[in-house]
């Protein structure tokens, strides 16, 4: 007699708490997935394309733009994600020509920064972020190492 009325006692409790639950709207209890959001204001680099190819600009893996040659974008026109950053200036067959890597605790400011540039063949390519690259593109050519 003991265990039915326990069972009537549990069946009861259930059933308050499925009345009381039912005029919950389930979709407010659902979170929705955010969407990818751009990098803070004023996080971004810069490249200067001192070289005679265009080159593709990717960001953790992902091409971004096209910088023409002989041109510099200081800042780069195309939003970036939110960093970590490895960069890649790539050349138009997709080779990886300059590589920099910009942690997400780096400290980027006026005088503080990250850089990476490329001595090739048909010039040179610099990738920075923070401090400014007072240089410039300045080619040195090293002819083994090549464009495309």
């Known amino acids: 007699m003991r265990g039915i009325r326990l069972?009537?006692?549990?069946?009861?409790?259930?059933?308050?708490?499925?009345?009381?639950c039912a005029g919950q709207d389930v979709t407010a209890l659902r979170t929705p997935?955010?969407?990818?959001?751009?990098?803070?204001?004023?996080e971004t680099f810069s490249v200067a394309n001192g070289t005679t190819v265009p080159v593709a600009i990717a960001v953790?893996?992902?091409v971004i733009e096209t910088v023409p040659e002989g041109t510099t974008e200081d800042p780069i026109k195309a939003p970036v994600p939110p960093r970590p950053w490895t960069v890649e200036a790539?050349?138009?067959?997709?080779?990886?020509?300059?590589?920099?890597?910009?942690?997400?605790?780096d400290y980027?400011?006026?005088t503080s920064g990250r850089i990476g540039s490329a001595d090739l063949a048909?010039?040179?390519i610099v990738l920075w972020a923070g401090a400014p690259y007072a240089g410039g593109p300045s080619s040195v050519p090293d002819p083994s190492k090549p464009c495309d």
């Open 7 to 20: 069972i009537g006692t549990a069946a009861t409790v259930v059933a308050l708490l499925v009345a009381g």
């Open 33 to 42: 997935a955010a969407p990818p959001t751009p990098a803070p204001s004023g």
């Open 60 to 62: 953790n893996g992902t």
């Open 90 to 105: 790539r050349s138009p067959s997709g080779r990886v020509l300059a590589t920099m890597t910009v942690a997400a605790n």
């Open 108 to 110: 980027l400011s006026s």
């Open 122 to 124: 048909c010039g040179t």
